[in-house]
Nanobody
């Protein structure tokens, strides 16, 4: 029973930065693995980054590795995605996701049980 709300998206220029936030409600947050996914128009929702419940293990899609950083603050019930060196191809709706039962691969959207409403990120050239 987790509710997720993303924020921080917007319209930026290429090479700019944004930080997305995902605020979670529910007592299971601190023990939940978390992920960020994104979906561009006409494309499948794809994995961006994940973080384990302690915040010690992170994973990134190759397309964002070295540019994006996922982190979490369990005391604030919040997961962040710091997005640097943004490119037009990063344009998408970004979704925060949480696991319930830990099953499946971290990069597979079907492994996550709870989803936020998404926040739009648009990067112009």
């Amino acid at each position: 029973q987790v509710q997720l709300v993303e924020s921080g998206g917007g319209l930026v220029q290429a090479a700019d930065s944004l930080r997305l936030s995902c605020v979670a409600s529910g007592r299971t947050f601190s023990s939940s693995d978390m992920g960020w996914f994104r979906q561009a128009p006409g494309k499948e929702r794809e994995f961006v980054a994940s973080i384990d419940w302690k915040g010690g293990i992170t994973n990134y899609a190759n397309s964002v590795k070295g540019r994006f950083t996922i982190s979490r603050d369990n005391a604030k019930n919040t997961v962040y995605l710091q997005m640097n060196s943004l490119k037009p191809e990063d344009t998408a709706v970004y979704y925060c996701a949480a696991r319930g039962v830990k099953v499946g691969f971290y990069y597979n959207k079907s492994s996550y049980d709870y989803w936020g409403q998404g926040t739009q990120v648009t990067v112009s050239s």
